[in-house]
Structures are given as C-alpha cells and as structure tokens.
C-alpha cells in the first residue's frame, strides 16, 4: 500500500492551526504536528516531511534563518504562513526557492486548493488569489495573487524541473529578468551564477567576444584575455533579454552554439564545451520578428523548446494596488518612515491601464513617495502619461461611421500593445483569428510598427 505524504505543521496561533487542521485535503497527508517548547526547526529536520507549513513571524527570525542555510530546503516544500510585514529572511528564502508564501489575510480555499495538487504532485502552486490582501503572494523574485501570476508559478515550477531552453515574451516591464531569475533559483542550476546580458545593447562589432569572449591579441584593443558569457554562465543559467533586437547575422552563429554545444574564442585555436540553460526574451512577437525578417525562424525553435507567456501588468486582476503597497513597504522599511497610501491614490493606481507595466508602477511609487510628507495622495501619483482613462470618454469621436471607430480602435490597441495580437484580441474581446482578418483588411501600410 502507497504511504501517504508526509507534512509537517508549525503553527503558533491556535485559531490559525484550527482553520488549517479544518481542511479537508489536510487529512490525505500523514501529520507530524510541530510540538511547542521545542526547536520546529529540529523536529522538521528529523520528520523526514515531503511538505512543510511554517508560520514564519517576527519572532521566527532565528530559525528562519537557520533553515535558510540548512539542506533540509533540498528535501521540503515549503509553504511559509506570513502577516506579510517585509523581511529579509523571507526575501532570502524566496531567492532560494524554498516554497511558497502566503500573506496574511489567508485565503484557505485557497490553501485546500494548494494541498489537493500538492497531494498528487508534491507541486506547490496557488490557484485563486485574495482579494483582501494587502500584501501579495511570492514565488522566488516574483510577486503577485492574481489567477495568470499563479499561472506563471506552476509554470516555471514545471519547467524549472528540466533543463529546456525557454523564450519569455511580454511586453517591456513586465519583469521578465526577475522571471527568468526566478526560473533559475527553482532549477538544479540554483548554485552556478546567473548570467544577464541585453542583446539590443551589444555593439555589433563585439558581440562575438561578448558572447563567446576572445584571446589576447585577437584584434585591436584586445589587450588581454576576456570571458564571454557563455563561459561566465558556466553551469548555470544564461539569459539572453530582447534576443530578437541581435544583428540577424549574429544569429546564425549563436544557433550554432545551441546546435552543437561548442563554441571558440574570437582568436582561439581550440573549442570550448557550453555548459549552460538559455533563457531568451523578446518584448516582440516571435511571429511577426520572423516575418519581418529580424529574427531567425530556426533560432527561434532552439531558444523555444518552451515559450512561456508574461502576463502585462493590466491582466494581472488586483495586483496593481498590492504592488504599490509591497513597493512603499519597502521604501518605507529602506527610510525608516511610515507613509501611506490614500484611498483616493489606491482608486487611481487601480483605474489606470499601466502601459508601462510593473516597470512604470515602480517608477511612480518612488516619485509618490518622494512628493508626500506622510499620505500618498491622488494628486502624488504621476504616472508616465502614455495613457489616460480619466479622458477616455472624451477621447470617443463622434459622427463617424461605425467601421472607421472599430479600426481606429483595433489599431490604436494594436500600437498599445507594441504589436501583440494575442494581448490585443484578449483586451477587445475577439479572437486573434478574427484580429487578423481585420487586420488584412486593412492593410499592412495603416499597422503600427512594433
């Protein structure tokens, strides 16, 4: 007979372990609850647990962070129970891919939803979030409770698992180094570096010693010997941003490495062996680079063994709000202050349509926060001004025939979406093969550039 999964329980608040033990996919598993006056971490360690519910407050700290350095993290799941204050220990535990981290307060369908697929997979991953919450839920170096964010979480738990190669799309800000990092940090690779480079801002005539390095005397100015980043990612993960922006005749050479494992030092004599997971990122469609010819189709296919899509900012349902709390919580942990945010700043960082994403909210939070003396007001959240939903309605012609409004309508979108059709027929409401044979309609000349 199968032996049930074994979870370990550490629970403080008596309130709380009562909600837990109250759930049902709770009794699938073998319990080894966690006994007061004594060492949780210890007991942890000699229960032998597959998954491991710890309530991870302030007084915890000590053993928090002693688990953080224990390889115990090697052989548990963890699911980590918060009131959601900032803590470094929990940042660290994050960026070593411990588990899962809920914020107080707990949505526990959510959590029976949890332990029902980590029953049957051992795979920690949340399914619906909490709208109350003010802070969000964090899987590595990614925040965010909405349904697409927990999504991407089971996604990159999956993936992290093999060693695919996998090409990240999405839109600009929308986070996806901190998703590739992520992906990173859950994979056998955790404990060899990380290596970023961005592809639109290599000089054309060094890419090749960028990416592959050079031996000393190899061309002018070569002075001594460099490491490419293949080699400085050696073991490790390699991360290739806007990998569709490399000069197109640059491309066939890094197919070549991903085709036979080999590549040599621009003035070498001799080949090395890559040792590496590449992770590529494009803010542009694959689809469309490929037929604008800026991007090889052949390429594409040995960097996309798995593509995963990045949700933008504004199909993220709720996240924005917590967002901008998790941003001031920490610059108000960062300056020793206390300031907040208003409800009428709240109301507007929620209508706003965020086209610059993740990226563009950071960058306001820091300008709120600047402005005010101690409450975040309305008036303190200046945004980039690409969009404005305040005058949305004004911005509706009138008069014009009905046709001319749906194509100025699909075409604007469009333009909004730097050319992304799926994101663009998910946001009106029609299907991308519907999107497409308007867009032949009206012709390759009147489509925005991406």
Same mark, same amino acid.
């Given at each position: 007979?199968?032996?049930?999964?074994?979870?370990?329980? !550490?629970?403080?608040?008596?309130?709380?372990?009562?909600?837990?033990?109250?759930?049902?996919?709770?009794?699938?598993?073998?319990?080894?609850?966690?006994?007061?006056?004594?060492?949780?971490?210890?007991?942890? =360690?000699?229960?032998?647990?597959?998954? @491991?519910?710890?309530?991870?407050?302030?007084?915890? !700290?000590?053993?928090?962070?002693?688990?953080?350095?224990?390889?115990?993290?090697?052989?548990?799941?963890?699911?980590?129970?918060?009131?959601?204050?900032?803590?470094?220990?929990?940042?660290?535990?994050?960026?070593?891919?411990?588990?899962?981290?809920?914020?107080?307060?707990?949505? *526990?369908?959510?959590?029976?939803?949890?332990?029902?697929?980590?029953?049957?997979?051992?795979?920690? @991953?949340?399914?619906?979030?909490?709208?109350?919450?003010?802070?969000?839920?964090? *899987?590595?170096?990614?925040?965010?409770?909405?349904?697409?964010?927990?999504?991407?979480?089971?996604?990159?738990?999956?993936?992290?698992?093999?060693?695919?190669? %996998?090409?990240?799309?999405?839109?600009?800000?929308?986070?996806?180094?901190?998703?590739?990092?992520?992906?990173?940090?859950?994979?056998?690779?955790?404990?060899?570096?990380?290596?970023?480079?961005?592809?639109?801002?290599?000089?054309?005539?060094?890419?090749?010693?960028?990416?592959?390095?050079?031996?000393?005397? @190899?061309?002018?100015?070569?002075?001594?010997?460099?490491?490419?980043? *293949?080699?400085?990612?050696?073991?490790?993960?390699? *991360?290739?941003?806007?990998? %569709?922006?490399?000069?197109?005749?640059?491309? @066939?050479?890094?197919?070549? /490495?991903?085709?036979?494992?080999?590549?040599?030092? /621009?003035?070498?004599?001799?080949?090395?062996?890559?040792? /590496?997971?590449?992770?590529?990122?494009?803010?542009?469609?694959?689809?469309?680079?490929?037929?604008?010819?800026?991007?090889?189709?052949?390429?594409?296919?040995?960097?996309?063994?798995?593509? =995963?899509?990045?949700?933008?900012?504004?199909?993220?349902?709720?996240?924005?709000?917590?967002?901008?709390?998790?941003?001031?919580?920490?610059?108000?942990?960062?300056?020793?202050?206390?300031?907040?945010?208003?409800?009428?700043?709240?109301?507007?960082?929620?209508?706003?349509?965020?086209?610059?994403? /993740?990226?563009?909210?950071?960058?306001?939070?820091?300008?709120?926060?600047?402005?005010?003396?101690?409450? =975040?007001?309305?008036?303190?959240?200046?945004?980039?001004?690409?969009?404005?939903?305040?005058?949305?309605?004004?911005? =509706?012609?009138?008069?014009?025939?009905?046709?001319?409004?749906?194509?100025?309508?699909?075409?604007? %979108?469009?333009?909004?979406?730097?050319?992304?059709?799926?994101?663009?027929?998910?946001?009106?409401?029609?299907?991308?093969?519907?999107?497409?044979?308007?867009?032949?309609?009206?012709?390759?000349?009147?489509?925005?550039?991406?």
């Amino acid at each position: 007979m199968k032996t049930a999964p074994k979870l370990f329980l !550490q629970i403080q608040q008596p309130e709380l372990a009562s909600e837990l033990l109250a759930l049902s996919s709770l009794q699938q598993f073998e319990l080894n609850i966690s006994q007061q006056g004594h060492s949780w971490l210890a007991q942890l =360690i000699d229960s032998q647990c597959d998954i @491991a519910i710890i309530e991870a407050n302030a007084d915890q !700290q000590e053993q928090l962070e002693a688990l953080s350095q224990h390889p115990v993290l090697d052989k548990v799941q963890c699911i980590f129970l918060s009131q959601g204050e900032p803590s470094l220990i929990m940042d660290q535990l994050m960026r070593q891919g411990a588990g899962v981290h809920y914020r107080a307060p707990f949505n *526990f369908s959510q959590l029976e939803a949890n332990l029902s697929e980590l029953f049957s997979s051992l795979d920690p @991953a949340p399914q619906t979030p909490s709208p109350q919450s003010s802070y969000l839920d964090q *899987f590595g170096l990614l925040v965010g409770s909405s349904p697409c964010m927990h999504q991407l979480y089971r996604t990159l738990r999956k993936v992290a698992a093999s060693d695919a190669n %996998t090409f990240l799309i999405g839109e600009s800000g929308t986070g996806k180094e901190l998703v590739a990092n992520t992906l990173h940090l859950f994979s056998q690779r955790s404990d060899a570096p990380f290596i970023a480079v961005n592809c639109a801002a290599l000089s054309p005539e060094l890419i090749d010693s960028e990416l592959f390095g050079h031996v000393k005397g @190899a061309f002018t100015g070569a002075h001594k010997d460099h490491i490419g980043v *293949f080699e400085q990612a050696e073991g490790g993960t390699l *991360f290739l941003d806007e990998v %569709t922006e490399m000069p197109y005749e640059h491309q @066939a050479k890094l197919l070549r /490495v991903l085709e036979s494992g080999e590549y040599r030092p /621009v003035g070498s004599q001799s080949f090395k062996q890559a040792n /590496v997971r590449v992770v590529a990122a494009t803010n542009r469609t694959p689809k469309d680079a490929i037929e604008e010819e800026k991007f090889r189709e052949d390429l594409y296919f040995r960097l996309a063994h798995f593509p =995963i899509q990045v949700p933008p900012l504004r199909n993220r349902q709720g996240d924005a709000v917590g967002l901008a709390q998790h941003f001031l919580a920490y610059r108000n942990t960062q300056d020793q202050t206390n300031k907040t945010l208003s409800d009428q700043a709240i109301n507007k960082i929620a209508e706003y349509n965020w086209p610059g994403n /993740v990226r563009e909210l950071k960058h306001t939070i820091e300008r709120a926060f600047i402005l005010a003396e101690h409450t =975040i007001l309305a008036e303190h959240i200046v945004t980039d001004g690409l969009t404005d939903t305040n005058d949305s309605q004004q911005q =509706i012609p009138t008069g014009m025939p009905l046709e001319d409004i749906e194509r100025m309508a699909i075409l604007k %979108t469009l333009a909004e979406n730097q050319g992304n059709r799926n994101d663009t027929a998910q946001q009106l409401g029609i299907s991308v093969k519907t999107l497409y044979n308007k867009l032949d309609k009206y012709g390759t000349d009147s489509l925005p550039q991406a």
